[in-house]
């Protein structure tokens, strides 16, 4: 799954509590990522699968992906919760 995810992608909210999302971008590849927030320090992530595990300090928060015709869209867990939705589209 890590392959098709490669790259860097914008984040877009569609629903639930998550914050607007502007400025926030992941960046993937070989298996581990980042999310980022404009110029600040991305908080960091492994690929298992269709999900990104984030590391410490946000441990147990996990998004949810699975490819659609745009991208791709996931669901934001908080311990097993689902707080939001949003969609992936690849940055150009």
Same mark, same amino acid.
């Given at each position: 799954?890590?392959?098709?995810?490669?790259?860097?992608?914008?984040?877009?909210?569609?629903?639930?509590?998550?914050?607007?999302?502007?400025?926030?971008?992941?960046?993937?590849?070989? /298996?581990?990522?980042?999310?980022?927030?404009? =110029? !600040?320090? $991305?908080?960091?992530?492994? &690929?298992? /699968?269709?999900?990104?595990?984030?590391?410490? =300090? !946000?441990? $147990?928060?996990?998004?949810? &992906?699975?490819?659609?015709?745009?991208?791709?869209?996931?669901?934001?867990?908080?311990?097993?919760?689902?707080?939001?939705?949003?969609?992936?589209?690849?940055?150009?």
């Amino acid at each position: 799954m890590a392959s098709g995810l490669d790259g860097e992608w914008q984040v877009i909210r569609t629903g639930g509590l998550l914050p607007p999302l502007l400025g926030v971008r992941k960046r993937i590849g070989g /298996g581990k990522g980042t999310t980022s927030i404009g =110029p !600040f320090p $991305g908080a960091p992530f492994d &690929v298992v /699968g269709h999900e990104l595990h984030y590391r410490a =300090p !946000f441990k $147990g928060f996990v998004d949810v &992906v699975e490819p659609s015709s745009d991208g791709y869209h996931g669901r934001a867990l908080v311990f097993g919760r689902e707080i939001g939705t949003f969609r992936l589209v690849r940055r150009r």
